[in-house]
């Protein structure tokens, strides 16, 4: 009998800065095999609890404009300043080892990828409960200067209007909650048939055994 595979997905998470995706997406690796996150490169300084190769690959401008003309990235965007972008080769290496990936990137970069591969994407909007409960949680996450908080309050308004772009849309009001949800889609989008590869010959055989 045919062994019943599946194409890997690419599952997309956005959100205005502090709205939770960072940790929904820690949660997902923990509890999911077949799962792989793509680490970005930034330009962006490193903040004090983050791990260069962990968190990101920090490099600095000129490093990040060779990578763009050897065409290393499958997306990348400038965000508050500072440049973004999606290493290619980890991502074809992992969607053909049969694992899928996970990315939390911004919607620029959503937006690259959807027109590359709009069939193996997945994307989920995470939205804030409300934007005083976005600045508490830029303030007690404790990671950035006042300057670049209000800074990316500012910028929040405009990422909250790219909801209508994503498949999905989840309000992270609890954190086990939005976890559950998120999982809960990732094994629903699994299960898409054309996602299951050699699904006709195996209802065939079932069918019509030899
Ligand atoms: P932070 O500086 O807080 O880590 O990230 C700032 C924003 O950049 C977040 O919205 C994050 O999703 C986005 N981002 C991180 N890596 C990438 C990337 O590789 N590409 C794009 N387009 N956005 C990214």
């Given at each position: 009998m045919k062994n019943l595979t599946r194409r890997g997905l690419m599952l997309i998470l956005s959100s205005p800065s502090g709205a939770g995706k960072t940790t929904i997406v820690n949660a997902l690796l923990n509890s999911e095999t077949h799962l792989k996150t793509s680490i970005s490169v930034t330009t962006r300084e490193k903040r004090p609890n983050e791990v260069d190769g962990r968190d990101y690959y920090f490099v600095t401008p000129e490093e990040f404009q060779r990578r763009i003309d050897a065409e290393e990235f499958f997306e990348y965007a400038e965000v508050f300043e500072n440049h973004y972008g999606t290493p290619k080769q980890f991502v074809m290496d992992t969607l053909s080892s049969g694992h899928d990936v996970v990315f939390d990137i911004d919607w620029q970069g959503t937006q690259q990828i959807s027109q590359a591969a709009r069939d193996d994407l997945v994307t989920i909007f995470i939205l804030p409960p409300s934007l005083a409960e976005l600045e508490t949680r830029l303030r007690t996450r404790n990671q950035d200067s006042a300057e670049i908080i209000s800074h990316r309050m500012r910028e929040a308004s405009a990422e909250l209007?790219?909801?209508?772009?994503?498949?999905y849309v989840v309000t992270n009001h609890d954190i086990n909650d939005s976890v559950a949800t998120v999982r809960s889609i990732l094994h629903a989008e699994r299960h898409r048939r054309k996602r299951q590869v050699g699904l006709a010959d195996f209802v065939n055989h079932m069918r019509h055994p030899v």
């Open positions: 209007s790219h909801w209508p772009e994503y498949n």
